[in-house]
C-alpha cells in the first residue's frame, strides 16, 4: 500500500485527531492513530473510548487499506519535517498483523512499525437534532461558560456544559457550586419541546481549538447520549454526560433591592490589584453612596490595600466579600465596557451582567459571596 501526500497536510491532520489521544492509557488501542485509505481519501481517526476525531484528507493513491501507528511516534515524526512531498509505502511481514512504513521525503527515508488492521465497523447513529451555527457564535457560548466547570469528579454532571435548546434559543449553562453562568444564543432552529444535554467540558475545550470553518454543525442522537460536531474535514463524536444537570433557575435570585452600574475595566483593575494583598484570595467590598471601596489584607505579613472608585449605586449600603479569583474570571468574561452588578444582601448570590438592555438577559454570571471578618 503506498500514500503519498504532503508533511504541511498530514501534520494538520494528525495533530487535530491526536486531541482524543488521553495522556496516559493502560490501552494501547487508545494510543494508536488509526489510517485507513480508500479511492484516493485517507481517513485519520483516533479514540480515548468516549471521544473520537475523524479527519480525511485527498491523497495520492491507488490502494486499499487500514493501518495503526503510534500516535506520539507520527507526530514527533511530522513536527520535526519541513513542509515537502513525502511517501508512505506500507509492507506486511509474513503471517502476521504487524508491518513497516518506509516514509521518503526529498531528503531522507525513515521507517516506522504499523499494525494492519480489519476496516472498523462503522457505528451509525441516529441524529434527530442537527444545529448549524457560526463558528464565532459557539466559540463565545464556550468562551464565557467552560471557565466556570467544576473539576470535581464526585459531581459529573458539573463537569460539563447544559446546552438547552428551545424555541430558537440556546442556552448554555455551567456551575461548580461557587459561581454560575448562563448565556444565551439565537439558533437556526425552532423547537417547541425543550431539549437538554450535557457536553463535557473537554469536548468543547477540543472543539475550540479544532474549529476551522465558518459554521460547525452539531447533531444530537435521539437517546441523548451522543454527540457529534463537525467543521470542514473534522468531526468529533463525544459521549454525553448522561446524569441530570442541577437545577440552576433555583438558585438565580428573581429580586434585588440593590444595583450598582460601573466601568468593567476599572473594578476588574481594582480587584485584581487589591485581592494580591490578601492573605486568602477575598476582598471586602463596601457600597456606600455613588462610590464602592475594594479592601484587603494580609494580617500575617502586615500588608493591605484599600481604592475608592466611583458608580452609580442605587439601594441600602452594604459590605459584601468575594473570592477576588471569581470576581475576576466574572468581568473577565463580560465584553461590554459598562457592567450591572446586582445584589441583595451578604449572603445572597450576586448577578454580574452587561448593562445594556439588549444584552442584559444574554449573560449573567452569578458569585456566591464568601464571610468577611467585620
Known sequence: MKIISSIKQLQDAVGKV????????????????????????????????????????????NDNGNIAIKARTLQDFLRSMYDTSVSFAIERQEISDHGTVMITTDKGKYRMPCLFESKPEKQDKSYDISLELPTSELQDLIQKTIFACSVDGMRPAMMGVLIELEGNVITAVSTDGHRLVRCRKDSSLDIKEKQKIVVPSRVLSIIQKLAQQETIVMSID??????????????????????????????????????????????????????????????????????????????????????????????????????????EAALAHIDENEIRIELKSPTTAVIFKPNSEEQQDRLIILVMPVRINN
Open 222 to 327: 435521539s437517546d441523548r447520549r451522543f454527540i457529534r460536531l463537525t467543521s470542514g474535514n473534522i468531526v468529533l463524536d463525544a459521549a454525553l454526560i448522561v446524569e441530570p444537570y442541577p437545577n440552576y433557575e433555583a438558585v438565580i435570585p428573581v429580586e434585588h433591592d440593590k444595583q450598582m452600574i460601573i466601568e468593567r475595566s476599572i473594578i476588574y483593575d481594582s480587584v485584581r490589584r487589591v485581592g494580591r494583598f490578601s492573605s486568602i484570595g477575598d476582598v471586602k467590598m463596601v457600597l456606600d453612596g455613588q462610590n464602592i471601596r475594594i479592601m484587603a489584607e494580609n494580617t500575617n505579613e502586615g500588608e493591605s490595600a484599600q481604592e475608592e472608585l466611583p458608580c452609580s449605586f442605587t439601594g441600602e449600603p452594604i459590605t459584601i466579600g468575594f473570592n477576588s479569583r471569581f470576581v
Open 18 to 61: 491526536a486531541h482524543a489521544i488521553p495522556a496516559k492509557s493502560i490501552d494501547p488501542r487508545f494510543e494508536n492513530v488509526h489510517l485507513s485509505v480508500d479511492s484516493g481519501t485517507l481517513t485519520i481517526y483516533a479514540t480515548d473510548g468516549e471521544l473520537s476525531i475523524t479527519a480525511t484528507i485527498d491523497v495520492e493513491t
